[in-house]
């Protein structure tokens, strides 16, 4: 059987086993590759430059006293004002560390996080992440972001984004009557 492997070379395969000039030819560009790593950039460089472009949304299901979740008003959600703080992910920054600064840049607010709760695409080529986060002390000041806060129980929830909805479900579903929900 031909096969064309990701660097365009053609090779015969016999039960799924490479023949033995398609095998030396692979060992060659290996140790070529890893003798000069450099010369993947170029190709990694135009492999991203057709690949699609995605932003990137946190946002973080506070656990608080007496497993009441943390919700905010949002300045600026006019269909859902109430929800999940969070925001987008900044230039190579790790989700877990966005969604820790939005918390702190929100609300004022330490906190840990504990597990992905959720990864939904929720918009074209804008993907969101859910975490669930251990409040580690007090809500402090507002940003302009948000008009309030509070805690509630998650039957207290208002409306919700289709997307918090799914996460508030995930939480239920993985943690609802464990440990960590009660000593929450």
Same mark, same amino acid.
């Given at each position: 059987?031909?096969?064309?492997?990701? %660097?365009?070379?053609?090779? #015969? &395969? *016999?039960?799924?086993?490479?023949?033995?000039?398609?095998?030396?030819?692979?060992?060659?560009?290996?140790?070529?590759?890893?003798?000069?790593?450099?010369?993947?950039?170029?190709? #990694?460089?135009?492999?991203?430059?057709?690949?699609?472009?995605? &932003?990137?949304?946190?946002?973080?299901?506070?656990?608080?006293?007496?497993?009441?979740?943390?919700?905010?008003?949002?300045? #600026?959600?006019?269909?859902?004002?109430?929800?999940?703080?969070?925001?987008?992910?900044?230039?190579?920054?790790?989700? =877990?560390?966005?969604?820790?600064?939005? %918390?702190? =840049?929100?609300?004022?607010?330490?906190?840990?996080?504990?597990?992905? %709760? *959720?990864?939904?695409? &929720?918009?074209?080529?804008?993907?969101?992440?859910?975490?669930?986060? =251990?409040?580690?002390?007090?809500?402090?000041?507002?940003? *302009?972001?948000?008009?309030?806060?509070?805690?509630?129980?998650?039957?207290?929830?208002?409306?919700?984004?289709?997307? *918090?909805?799914?996460?508030?479900?995930?939480?239920?579903?993985?943690?609802?009557?464990?440990? %960590?929900?009660?000593?929450?």
């Amino acid at each position: 059987m031909l096969l064309v492997d990701g %660097l365009g070379l053609a090779f #015969y &395969t *016999h039960n799924s086993v490479h023949t033995c000039e398609a095998q030396a030819v692979t060992h060659s560009i290996s140790r070529l590759l890893r003798r000069f790593p450099f010369l993947m950039r170029l190709p #990694y460089r135009l492999f991203r430059g057709i690949q699609p472009r995605y &932003t990137i949304g946190v946002a973080a299901v506070v656990l608080g006293p007496a497993g009441r979740i943390l919700i905010v008003e949002h300045t #600026y959600h006019p269909q859902f004002p109430w929800g999940f703080p969070g925001g987008w992910i900044g230039a190579d920054e790790a989700p =877990e560390i966005a969604v820790l600064r939005e %918390l702190k =840049e929100e609300l004022q607010l330490e906190a840990r996080v504990l597990r992905i %709760l *959720h990864v939904s695409k &929720t918009l074209p080529n804008h993907i969101d992440l859910a975490y669930l986060c =251990e409040a580690r002390g007090a809500v402090g000041a507002l940003s *302009h972001e948000l008009l309030g806060y509070r805690w509630a129980t998650p039957a207290e929830l208002p409306p919700l984004k289709p997307f *918090h909805q799914r996460a508030i479900k995930a939480a239920l579903e993985q943690f609802s009557g464990s440990a %960590l929900w009660a000593r929450a």
